[in-house]
C-alpha cells in the first residue's frame, strides 16, 4: 500500500501516463545551404503534411534505440551520429493524446551517394528541405528546428565540433564559410573568434591563423 492507502496497481491507474515518441533533425550542408530531412506523413493526424522522422517508442527500446528504428524505417538512413537536444512536452503539441517527445539531432557529412532518403513506413516522401524554406510543419516541428539550431551554435562555439570542421590551422575565412554553411546565415567573424579566444577553446598564430588547442579532457566524441 503506498501513503494514501491504495495498492500500487490501483495508484498506477490513477495517474494519466503519456505516450513518449523520439524524433531526428538530420542537418546536412548541400550547396553551402543547411538542410533538414522531412518525411510526408501518410495517416492522421497532419496527413500530408511534412514532418520530422520519428515515432513511437517500443516498450523494450531506450529513446536512442527508437529514433535510430524510426529513422532507419521512414527514410531508410542507418548507422548516422545521434546526439540529444532536449525533450519537447507542451501539453497540446500532438492532437492524438498526452505525448513527449525527445528530439534529436544528427549532423551528416558528405558522402558518395548524398545521404539519399528512400520514404518507408508511415512516410509516404522523403526528401531534404533547405533550412530557409521549410514548408509548413507537423505538430511543433518548427521548434524543434529551431532549438537544433541553438543547439548547433552552441556547439560550435564550444570544444569539440568546431575543430573538426575546419583545417588545422585556419583563417578566419575558413570560420566564417564553416560555421555560416552549418547555420545558414551569416557568422560575426571577429565576435567568434574574441569569444573563442577569450574560452582558451583556440590560439593564434602568425600570418592571420588560428589553431584548436587540445581538445580538453573528457570532451564529447563527436566524430
Request: proline letters at 10%; a neutral charge; charged letters at 25%.
Amino acid at each position: 500500500m503506498d501513503s494514501q492507502g491504495t495498492s500500487p496497481s490501483s495508484a498506477s491507474d490513477a495517474y494519466p501516463r503519456p505516450s513518449v515518441t523520439a524524433d531526428v533533425v538530420a542537418w546536412l550542408v548541400r550547396d553551402g545551404a543547411p538542410h533538414v530531412l522531412l518525411i510526408r506523413r501518410r495517416y492522421w493526424p497532419y496527413e500530408g503534411h511534412w514532418a520530422l522522422p520519428g515515432g513511437f517508442i517500443d516498450i523494450t527500446e531506450t529513446l536512442e534505440q527508437a529514433a535510430r528504428r524510426e529513422l532507419a524505417e521512414e527514410t531508410g538512413l542507418t548507422d548516422v551520429p545521434l546526439e540529444p537536444i532536449r525533450p519537447f512536452d507542451a501539453p497540446g503539441r500532438d492532437p492524438r493524446r498526452r505525448v513527449i517527445t525527445m528530439a534529436y539531432l544528427a549532423l551528416l557529412g558528405e558522402r558518395g551517394d548524398g545521404w539519399r532518403p528512400r520514404a518507408g513506413d508511415d512516410a509516404a516522401d522523403a526528401r531534404w528541405w533547405p533550412v530557409a524554406d521549410l514548408p509548413p510543419l507537423a505538430f511543433d516541428h518548427d521548434q524543434i528546428i529551431a532549438a537544433a539550431r541553438a543547439h548547433l551554435r552552441r556547439r560550435l562555439l564550444g570544444d569539440d565540433l568546431g575543430r573538426h570542421l575546419l583545417p588545422d590551422p585556419f583563417t578566419a575565412r575558413d570560420l566564417r564559410d564553416a560555421f555560416s554553411s552549418i547555420l545558414g546565415k551569416p557568422v560575426p567573424v571577429r565576435s567568434v573568434l574574441r569569444l573563442l579566444r577569450a574560452a582558451g577553446v583556440i590560439e593564434s598564430l602568425p600570418g592571420g591563423r588560428y589553431r584548436y588547442r587540445p581538445a580538453a579532457q573528457g570532451a564529447w566524441p563527436y566524430w
